[in-house]
């Protein structure tokens, strides 16, 4: 494949795991007489699958228990770079993480397996604090069993899509990644005092 290329490329699985774990919002890709249908969901990589929940009355629900073709992407960190920071003259770019799955859906219809799939989802996104454990006995829960799909992935295709500047010099690469970690903790304040 030409495009992209090699070194905004990263085959290392493990790496795109991680990825999925620190950034467990995807964006859920599937296509219904001839137009995408696209869901924002946590998923959970568990035994080399993802697992996800979806309210009933969504309308991807439907396209998310027929074994039918589903994209997921799971979007990383993400920062624009000034040519003002390198050391050597070169034009602006966008660094991104990003990964690109395929595979097939399938829904899960067993009610126990539903709960005991939202405990640990619960569990994995309340990781490291652990302020709030969902209770097998939770009677919220249990109303909403009702109202809950539970549907597995299994992924046919990995793509890590790492454009991290790793065509610059050394010395240029660590300060793209630099800018990168800095962007990523300090652009959340002024977004979110604009739009809450």
Same mark, same amino acid.
């Given at each position: 494949?030409?495009?992209?290329?090699?070194?905004? &490329?990263?085959? #290392?699985?493990? +790496?795109?795991?991680?990825?999925?774990?620190?950034?467990?919002?995807?964006?859920?890709?599937?296509?219904?007489?001839? &137009?995408?249908?696209?869901?924002?969901?946590?998923?959970?990589? @568990?035994?080399?699958?993802?697992?996800?929940?979806?309210?009933?009355? #969504?309308? +991807?629900?439907? /396209?998310?228990? *027929?074994?039918?073709?589903? *994209?997921?992407?799971? +979007?990383?960190? @993400?920062?624009?770079?000034?040519?003002?920071?390198?050391?050597?003259?070169? /034009?602006?770019?966008?660094?991104?993480?990003?990964? +690109?799955?395929?595979?097939?859906?399938? =829904?899960?219809?067993?009610? =126990?397996?539903?709960?005991? *799939?939202?405990?640990?989802?619960?569990?994995?996104?309340?990781?490291? &604090?652990? #302020?709030?454990?969902?209770?097998?006995?939770?009677?919220?829960?249990?109303?909403?069993?009702?109202?809950?799909?539970?549907? =597995?992935?299994?992924?046919?295709?990995?793509?890590?899509?790492? $454009?991290?500047?790793?065509? $610059?010099?050394?010395?240029?690469?660590?300060?793209?990644?630099? =800018?990168?970690?800095?962007?990523? &903790?300090?652009?959340?304040?002024?977004?979110?005092?604009?739009?809450?």
């Amino acid at each position: 494949m030409k495009y992209p290329p090699k070194h905004y &490329q990263d085959h #290392n699985k493990l +790496h795109m795991i991680e990825v999925i774990k620190e950034y467990p919002l995807a964006t859920v890709i599937s296509v219904k007489d001839n &137009q995408p249908l696209i869901t924002h969901l946590p998923l959970v990589f @568990e035994d080399d699958k993802l697992i996800g929940h979806i309210d009933k009355f #969504n309308p +991807h629900a439907e /396209l998310l228990k *027929s074994k039918l073709p589903v *994209s997921v992407i799971f +979007h990383g960190p @993400e920062a624009y770079i000034s040519p003002s920071l390198f050391k050597t003259k070169t /034009l602006p770019t966008y660094n991104y993480i990003r990964v +690109h799955l395929k595979g097939t859906v399938i =829904e899960v219809v067993d009610k =126990e397996a539903l709960k005991t *799939s939202l405990i640990k989802m619960t569990d994995f996104l309340e990781h490291p &604090q652990h #302020n709030y454990v969902l209770d097998a006995n939770n009677k919220s829960m249990e109303r909403n069993l009702n109202y809950i799909k539970m549907f =597995e992935i299994s992924i046919d295709s990995w793509e890590g899509k790492f $454009k991290l500047s790793k065509d $610059k010099s050394p010395e240029d690469f660590a300060i793209a990644k630099e =800018e990168l970690i800095k962007i990523n &903790q300090i652009s959340i304040k002024p977004l979110l005092k604009k739009i809450l």
